[in-house]
């Protein structure tokens, strides 16, 4: 016991006498440069912290994780919601912690401390995990033993309950996530290897706070006549309280004190210099941001953000500051639940920390939607709206061959059946709707004349969007059919105003309604 007090003094800076501050302090943490004891607790008060810590936190929570099926021949995935896992990653661990609550405990433990432990208390018969829990990473002790003869290693989690009960669990339940790796077997604690900064952005705080406790006055001096008598001690310890009253406090600014017997205040005033801890208190804001990678705009530090810059911010956020966490865990996930059936996996997805805006996302989703690499309601799933019916299959542009290669467009419409004359009807109705189809959008070009791009694009949306039933009607088109020639034929307007109009022939309009 002696021996452990004698190495926690000396980590806080040398043998401590009876009445010094250290017997006073906090238990725990290390002791900076500053003069600051550093623990997780002290580090949480600096807002920077709490607040990069709070982005990590809910980022991870947020995230759907979800399992997922391979499909054969490499074709894609799909969520597997009946495998005896998915419920427990995507809503919930046990009846008191939720799947968004257990991730941000475990992130706030790989924050601070480096590593994160969760215990699976109950398993299935089929070998998969029923019920799991948090553990404490503070009372956890983790050790690494070694067969010296085979070489092998392995881990002995022992842990100890809040109650004091102390046992060891066994490593097969044992869900061990790890930061930034400090050896094979456990991660690194930022707090440790960040101490200083830790530490300078904590006396920053508390410096900053005494600078507001005194009203943003520097010390002043009270002068005295030189022919005023002397004050007693009790009449000088008097005027100073009395000063101290009217004087410090935040609730004082701008009282003004009464002096009597010719008593002058004077004020010492703040040299630049001595008024930078400002600036210094945003360099540490950006130092702390960049330990955790996340961008100072997400803590609310506009500073050098611009309307231009944050998007791209963002994009870095997830790219290089959340990536390396989710990769993590889905690796541990995997490894832990996965490892003897690689048809299956889990992955986060990060989808929603990457949405544009609104505009930006209709042109992505429009032209994925038009090129076929997405069906329509595939495309509304992605914005949370219900599927319909008949907007299952991909578009594919008349233009486009089966390799992708621009193919000539037909110039005459290919002859179905043995009936040459009912073809000819078809002709002459498709020449005639094709007419009608290039007045209305050469009307609708005159009523959005303005250069209102996205009125204009709204209005040509919603002709096609009720001129495709009018074909189906006239022509007897399926509805797929019908749809997929009024969507391209809008995204050729769109994309290239009504000059398009001249290239266009009644061959296309007859060859889907004959084709059909």
Same mark, same amino acid.
């Given at each position: ?99 968004? /609550?257990? *991730?941000?405990?475990? @992130?706030? &433990?790989? !924050? ?6 969760? $215990? ?121 309280? /009395?000063? *101290?009253?009217?004087? @410090?406090? &935040?609730? !004082? ?6 002096? $009597? ?256």
């Amino acid at each position: 016991m002696v021996g452990f007090i004698e190495r926690f003094m000396a980590s806080s800076g040398g043998p401590a006498g009876p009445g010094d501050d250290f017997w006073y302090q906090p238990f725990g943490g290390q002791v900076a440069a500053s003069g600051e004891r550093v623990s997780v607790d002290s580090a949480l008060t600096v807002p920077a912290v709490y607040g990069c810590n709070r982005v990590l936190n809910n980022s991870t929570g947020v995230l759907p994780l979800v399992v997922f099926r391979r499909l054969p021949g490499g074709k894609g995935k799909e969520r597997a919601t009946e495998h005896p896992v998915y419920r427990l990653l995507h809503d919930a661990i046990s009846p008191f912690e939720t799947s968004m /609550d257990w *991730r941000s405990l475990e @992130q706030n &433990s790989l !924050n601070f401390r480096g590593n994160a432990y969760t $215990e699976i208390t109950q398993w299935g018969s089929d070998g998969f995990p029923v019920k799991m829990r948090s553990l404490n990473t503070d009372q956890m002790v983790v050790e690494v033993l070694k067969d010296r003869v085979s070489n092998n290693e392995a881990l002995r989690y022992t842990y100890t309950e809040d109650d004091g009960y102390r046992h060891v669990l066994a490593s097969q339940d044992i869900l061990h996530l790890k930061g930034q790796p400090k050896n094979r077997f456990m991660g690194q604690s930022p707090i440790s290897v960040q101490r200083e900064l830790f530490g300078r952005a904590q006396a920053i705080d508390k410096s900053s706070g005494s600078f507001f406790r005194n009203a943003m006055r520097p010390s002043v001096v009270i002068k005295r006549p030189k022919d005023a008598p002397k004050l007693a001690p009790e009449g000088a310890e008097r005027l100073k309280a /009395d000063m *101290r009253a009217h004087l @410090q406090g &935040s609730g !004082n600014a701008g009282v003004v004190p009464l002096l $009597e017997e010719g008593m002058e205040l004077q004020k010492f005033s703040l040299t630049p210099e001595e008024a930078q801890w400002l600036e210094t208190s945003g360099w540490t804001l950006e130092r702390v941001c960049g330990i955790f990678v996340v961008p100072p705009h997400m803590i609310a530090h506009l500073l050098r953000a611009t309307f231009s810059n944050i998007e791209h911010q963002a994009i870095d956020f997830v790219t290089h500051g959340m990536m390396p966490i989710l990769v993590r865990w889905e690796q541990r996930l995997n490894a832990m639940f996965f490892a003897d059936d690689p048809e299956y996996f889990c992955e986060f997805i990060v989808d929603g920390l990457l949405r544009a805006d609104a505009q930006t996302r209709a042109q992505y989703l429009n032209t994925l939607v038009m090129n076929g690499t997405m069906t329509r309601n595939e495309a509304r799933s992605l914005e949370n709206l219900n599927w319909l019916p008949g907007l299952d299959t991909p578009l594919e542009p008349n233009n486009l061959g089966t390799n992708g290669s621009q193919g000539p467009r037909p110039e005459t419409a290919p002859r179905r059946g043995e009936n040459p004359r009912a073809n000819r009807v078809v002709e002459k109705v498709a020449e005639r709707e094709l007419r009608r189809e290039i007045e209305s959008i050469k009307r609708v070009a005159k009523v959005h004349a303005s250069g209102d791009t996205s009125a204009w694009a709204a209005a040509v949306g919603a002709f096609y969007g009720q001129h495709f039933a009018h074909l189906q009607d006239v022509l007897e088109m399926p509805a797929d059919v019908a749809r997929n020639y009024c969507a391209l034929r809008e995204r050729d307007v769109i994309a290239n105003g009504v000059a398009v109009l001249e290239s266009w022939s009644s061959n296309e309009l007859a060859s889907a309604a004959l084709a059909a």
